[in-house]
């Protein structure tokens, strides 16, 4: 893993809102996901680039989909 990337182009892009992530992928199993958790996650997260926890509780919470009570709600306003 090349020690400049944390500071490199996919950086640059996701800051200025030209990407909305990356994929983050170990080159080798399992050391490869160790030296991706132990050293380049602590470095994304100091940057504030890759979350310390989950906001949400469920899963379209987590995929930022509105939940049955929004679903509920809509369907509510429309006209029949």
């Known amino acids: ?27 080798v199993e399992p050391s490869g996901i160790e030296a991706l958790v132990e050293r380049v996650l602590p470095i994304l997260r100091r940057r504030g680039l890759f979350r310390r926890e989950y906001k949400g509780t469920t899963l379209p919470d987590l995929l930022r989909l509105p939940g049955p009570g929004d679903w509920a709600r809509r369907v509510g306003k429309c006209k029949a």
């Open 1 to 27: 893993m090349p020690s400049f990337w944390p500071t490199s182009a996919p950086t640059e892009w996701f800051v200025a809102g030209a990407i909305d992530g990356f994929n983050l992928t170990p080159d």
